[in-house]
């Protein structure tokens, strides 16, 4: 990174997506939080919605319209039982699929508990301007998504970053 320049801060708003967390236990939610707000980015929005692939959708949808956001960070419902649908909610809103960030996160995870990582279903991509990125419920994964993220967000990362494109994304 090149330190001589200020990080350019972020409008970041966070999802939780599950029918049983509240604010009061919210752990992933909170670690993404406290994330992007140490490192100098602003959270626009922070909400806990059930595994509900309408209601997931409606919230990122107003998101994505809303020209100040410009990062969508969710947590939860990115797994293979009946109540996971985070990536069905997200992927018809994306007009680019970011396909790198899940081969790397999967790629990190396998270290950490090895082949369980291939029921994380994470995804990454652009819609409407607005960088989306879908993390698996657990605070581990939690954490080891936003290492992969929070460079990418960084304005100073060389040789470069998402956070640079953010003026080009609605590019015709």
């Not at 970041?12 to 406290?34: F, N, Q, Y």
Request: charged content about 25%; hydrophobic content about 35%.
């Amino acid at each position: 990174m090149d330190n001589n320049e200020s990080l350019i801060p972020l409008q970041i708003a966070v999802m939780t997506v599950s029918d049983t967390r509240t604010e009061a236990d919210d752990k992933s939610g909170k670690i993404l939080v406290d994330s992007l707000n140490s490192v100098g980015h602003n959270l626009a929005e922070k909400v806990i919605v059930p595994d509900n692939i309408y209601q997931i959708r409606a919230v990122v949808s107003r998101w994505i319209a809303d020209e100040s956001i410009q990062v969508v960070l969710t947590t939860g419902g990115t797994g293979v039982t009946g109540r996971d649908g985070t990536p069905e909610a997200i992927k018809p809103l994306l007009d680019k699929e970011i396909e790198g960030f899940g081969e790397i996160f999967r790629m990190i995870s396998y270290q950490e508990i090895k082949t369980s990582t291939i029921q994380s279903r994470c995804l990454a991509g652009v819609a409407n301007g607005t960088y989306i990125f879908c993390l698996p419920g657990s605070s581990g994964a939690c954490k080891t998504g936003w290492e992969i993220i929070k460079e990418q967000l960084d304005s100073r990362n060389l040789p470069c970053n998402l956070a640079q494109l953010i003026p080009r994304l609605m590019e015709k």
